[in-house]
């Protein structure tokens, strides 16, 4: 497997100023797996979902190069639920409702057939299950990205940086960068969260771009300025889907190639945005993409001479 | 004359959570062309202030190739004087008071040898005084630059709307844009704004960076990263003078290098964050300028291929 994705397959209710939706299909890992797959397959999968999930929806992931065998389904349970209702600037939102049903128990088994992955995704979710998933698999990937949030800082900090030493890239949103660093300037945040074990950190900032960190460098991709949009929700999980779809297809993780990551990643979260729940990742072209990407070009490339 | 620059010239109070200064100088004419003086000189100062103005800093103006015979001393009368306190973000702050002095009664005289100038930057200011110094330049200087801000927005709309319908490029942060525009969507706004006279729009987000638009192109400059922010008064009209400077040092209006122009804009912004009031823009060396826009090049410089 060339990349393997865990984190959370559920049901999204979701409410914007101008539009809602009940029960989508949503959650981290279907973001990741659904974008990824536009690059690299197959794209193993790890989670859990109730008898309540839709037999085409999966029928359709499989399609397109996801592959379910780990993927548990619970009999008799229900997929985890969340809703949301966004405030007007469509950057901030209110959690409605958060229904574990399966996630409660949820303790991930990692398929033979995933072992030897070179790419590893942690998604969003409990740090103790990311852990589980990273103990099972006996040779170390070439790269792990994590991705989580401010709720297990509050929850779950010493799982979370626990988590956190055993992985190459950490990505969170600015907010969440201050909380975990104790530092507002992000600059120094990142210097301390690089402290903490990852090599790369990537710092979302919603519709004000993504910051790309190492130890001695640092890149920023902006996001596209969209004219309308219909729904964040997923964004950063499509982001993490592109940038480590786009490692993986391209096997390269030097940070000039970090950096086209987190181009094709910011690419890829503008189209998310664009309609409800993942609706826009299941109609995209490759020309699409291509042609969004072109765009992030023309919308930062300059050439200017200093003299000496 | 290259560049002629209208707007304040004042004494700030400036209160950020970690420090203080009493009575520094300030003032968007001020930081405009200290700014632009980097760049090209002579630079025209149209602007007022009372007989409370330091000498010293006069001198270090011209020295610096500022022209003053614009500037108007009221004797027997003080100088603009305004006073801030920034919020821990230091990305919004409040006025604490505001001395119009000898602002209140400003009519702008154009010097003769001003009135064949190649750029002119109408800097913030009532947009009546800024039209007086339109009139008063029979020919119509290659490229016009207009900043405002939301204060003359509530005030002063009409005035304004005619003070945008004869400019080239205005400049406004983005709580601004939406205002002006009625529209949140940025994308929106800027077509609404381009609709009202300017060719180009450049849209301030702080620390977030700023964006360029004519009728078909959007180009997206970052804000350097910054370890620590000391004082971000004077950052927007930092901004404009190097801008506008640069336009008129390397006397070229196009697209491609009114984007260069953004870039140098946000490395001088950069550079004024770093130290209160004017400070560090008093003591830049042309290698620390040079420095630093290579460090925007390495900041949002990447090579992507796609594959058609």
Same mark, same amino acid.
């Given at each position: ?12 209710? !979701? /409410?914007?100023?101008?539009? &809602?939706?009940?029960? =989508? +299909?949503?959650?981290?890992?279907? #973001?990741?797996?659904? %974008? *990824? ?96 998933? !990273? /103990?099972?698999?006996?040779? &170390?990937?070439?790269? =792990? +990205?994590?991705?989580?949030?401010? #709720?297990?800082?509050? %929850? *779950? ?102 950096? &086209?990551?987190?181009? =094709? ?44």
């Amino acid at each position: 497997m060339k990349l393997v994705a865990v984190g959370t397959v559920a049901f999204d209710s !979701i /409410e914007t100023p101008f539009d &809602r939706r009940d029960r =989508v +299909v949503g959650g981290a890992a279907t #973001y990741i797996t659904l %974008t *990824a797959a536009h690059f690299v397959r197959p794209v193993g999968l790890i989670s859990v979902i109730g008898d309540d999930f839709p037999q085409a929806f999966l029928s359709e992931m499989e399609r397109r190069g996801i592959d379910l065998e780990g993927l548990q389904v619970r009999q008799g349970e229900k997929s985890f639920f969340w809703s949301g209702k966004y405030h007007y600037d469509l950057n901030s939102r209110d959690t409605l409702a958060t229904e574990l049903n399966v996630l409660a128990a949820f303790s991930p088994e990692v398929p033979a057939d995933y072992s030897a992955t070179d790419f590893l995704m942690l998604g969003n979710l409990a740090p103790a299950v990311q852990m589980r998933v !990273i /103990e099972q698999i006996p040779e &170390r990937p070439r790269l =792990v +990205v994590l991705d989580t949030m401010n #709720y297990w800082m509050d %929850t *779950a900090l010493d799982e979370l940086k626990a988590v956190i030493a055993k992985v190459d890239v950490i990505t969170i949103n600015d907010e969440e960068a201050r909380q975990l660093a104790g530092e507002y300037s992000l600059v120094r945040a990142a210097r301390k969260i690089l402290s903490m074990g990852p090599r790369y950190l990537i710092i979302k900032k919603g519709e004000h771009g993504a910051l790309l960190f190492d130890q001695h460098n640092i890149f920023f991709a902006p996001a596209l300025p969209l004219e309308d949009v219909a729904d964040p929700t997923g964004a950063g999980d499509t982001f993490a889907g592109g940038f480590v779809g786009y490692l993986a297809q391209t096997q390269n993780i030097s940070f000039e190639n970090m950096k &086209r990551a987190v181009i =094709v990643g910011s690419a890829m979260a503008s189209f998310t945005c664009e309609k409800f729940g993942p609706e826009r990742l299941l109609e995209l072209t490759k020309e699409e993409i291509n042609e969004r990407i072109e765009q992030f070009v023309a919308l930062t490339d300059f050439e200017i001479y200093v003299e000496d």
